[in-house]
């Protein structure tokens, strides 16, 4: 009973501290677009074309699909944090020194992490019940058709990506930015299409297909020549209301609960597997790979060198000390002091300018192993041979999500590596180093996406160029903006992530970043984009020149 006790009092404290930070509220701000969007029609359910009348069952249907796909995409990157957190913070070190277990210690942050997300769900399944009022196609509300499957398909699945994010979190390999691009794929290929990929209904781990089949059974009575078309779709076109579709809900027997269940108990066995993993924030414990081990060598090589600089810029001071102090015992006698001269100094704002952009490029791309540049080239060559529509389309979009750690760093790094004070006490931050640390992100957007802008420059087509320029230059300027803003990485990575998969991926007018699902709106949504990185820069400025302010 004492162990649960420690669970539980784990669990409360870390769900209370998390609901306090900013990201929270964003959270729930996040869960309550997803409700407006189903509940004006934004986001619905496309049976070959039609959709049902919206019944309790309905609703709750399609509300809880909507959470269960997206609330688990973004959900992850903002429950993946809890323990890096207690790492920075100094509270791992202090809970390691009690006798508290590294199960009781998993396990506390599965809950929280499930806590977390079934707030957002409780918002959702209030939401479904607002739009149930507020559509008025069916007046009887269902109270056990409506929250049935929030607590059956959602609630599950929530609880399985809060023990994959422990998961991560204890893996080495996993915790950091790899984690959270691995995740992306995780997701669609073990979430969304695990089931149709290995014939066997019962790996259903989101829930898609127990509520699609009952869906497709009740529209196949209904709908002539129906032919099993089922799709979420974000701002469908062409989707009727047919009247004789009332669906009322899923037929749920004691196997179909058993499965959902099932969920529940391997997420447990997931958290408990995690511990396994668990270093209990004792760094010599770790897996020590010949890749943290090549690493730990060039940080050290690093570090000699950071010591070497603060050894020669102490030494700069303490001249410079001793000089005041000299001239201060000389009276009114003057004392002048002769510049050093710097070999090859290149003097002008253009020649600075220059270096730094050189070092923002070389500092983006330093770290990257040799796979990572073999799989850039291998989109870019694929850009240039494959089919327009879809170079421009799915592999553009693909070949943009590829550099994700590149571009998370941006604006955050100083932050990560507590070089604030040393970056921020440099010349011409504003004016060079944050446009620099920008064109650096746009000139990897350029050299991966290379393939389709020559192609597109070749062959005329000036409406379509002008969205991949667009698109060349937003990534990077929400990158920057979000990371100085936050200080972090992870909301780009989060938000890239589900970029890709609604837009390019899945050609949603509009939120397609590369401009090829836009049809004869490219240019307009070219504009926007174009309009909204230069506020996304503008806002990456003002909140640096706060910073540099309150430094």
């Known amino acids: 009973m004492k162990t649960w006790r420690v669970i539980f009092g784990l669990a409360r404290a870390d769900f209370l501290e998390r609901v306090r930070r900013y990201s929270f509220f964003l959270t729930m701000m996040f869960a309550l677009g997803l409700g407006y969007g189903a509940a004006t029609g934004k986001i619905s359910v496309n049976m070959q074309g039609y959709r049902g009348v919206y019944t309790s069952a309905w609703i709750g249907s399609l509300v809880a699909l909507i959470t269960t796909c997206f609330v688990t995409l973004v959900g992850f990157y903002i429950i993946k944090s809890s323990v890096d957190l207690d790492r920075q913070t100094g509270v791992g070190q202090i809970l390691a020194a009690t006798p508290m277990s590294k199960a009781s210690y998993a396990l506390g942050k599965f809950l929280s992490n499930f806590g977390v997300l079934s707030a957002m769900v409780a918002v959702l399944g209030i939401c479904a019940l607002g739009m149930q009022i507020f559509a008025r196609e069916d007046r009887h509300i269902d109270a056990m058709a409506l929250l049935a499957p929030f607590v059956l398909v959602a609630l599950p699945a929530m609880a399985l990506t809060a023990a994959i994010a422990v998961l991560f979190e204890m893996l080495p390999i996993l915790r950091g930015g ?34 699609s089949h009952s869906m ?179 592999l553009l979009g693909i070949a943009w999500i590829w550099p994700v750690l590149i571009w998370s760093a941006m604006g955050a790094r100083e932050t990560r590596f507590a070089t604030r004070g040393l970056l921020f006490s440099s010349s011409g931050i504003l004016a060079r180093q944050l446009p620099a640390c920008f064109l650096a992100g746009v000139a990897v957007a350029v050299i991966a996406g290379a393939g389709v ?99």
């Open 216 to 394: 497709m059974d009740a529209a196949r009575k209904v709908i002539p020549d129906y032919k099993n078309g089922f799709a979420l779709d974000i701002s469908p076109d062409h989707v009727q209301l047919l009247q004789s579709l009332r669906w009322h809900g899923v037929d749920w027997t004691a196997q179909s609960v058993g499965l959902r269940m099932a969920w529940f108990a391997f997420a447990i066995v997931l958290a408990l597997l995690a511990a396994v993993f668990f270093d209990r924030f004792d760094g010599s414990r770790r897996l020590n790979f010949s890749l943290r081990r090549v690493r730990t060598a060039k940080c050290a090589g690093a570090e000699e060198a950071s010591g070497s600089a603060a050894a020669f810029s102490g030494a700069i001071i303490s001249g410079a000390m001793a000089a005041s102090a000299a001239i201060g015992s000389v009276g009114d006698r003057q004392l002048h002091l002769s510049a050093l001269p710097v070999a090859g100094r290149n003097v002008g704002i253009f020649g600075a300018f220059g270096r730094v952009f050189e070092a923002e490029l070389r500092l983006a791309l330093q770290g990257q192993r040799w796979w990572w540049y073999a799989v850039a080239a291998g989109l870019l060559i694929a850009e240039f041979f494959s089919p327009l529509e879809a170079a421009r389309g799915p």
């Open 178 to 211: 790899a984690g959270n691009v691995i995740w992306f794929f995780v997701w669609v290929f073990g979430g969304l299409a695990l089931s149709d990929l290995s014939g066997k209904a019962w790996l259903d781990p989101m829930g898609f297909g127990v509520v």
């Open 453 to 551: 802008g020559v192609r597109l420059l070749v062959v005329g087509h000036d409406a379509e160029f002008a969205a991949w320029a667009a698109g060349a230059l937003f990534l990077p300027a929400l990158a920057i903006s979000l990371g100085v803003t936050s200080g972090s990485g992870k909301a780009f990575e989060a938000l890239l992530t589900a970029m890709c998969y609604i837009g390019p991926l899945n050609h949603t007018p509009g939120l397609d970043y590369t401009g090829s699902a836009n049809g004869a709106a490219t240019l307009r949504y070219a504009g926007i984009y174009l309009a909204m990185s230069a506020a996304l820069l503008l806002i990456a400025f003002l909140a640096r020149a706060r910073q540099l302010r309150h430094n």
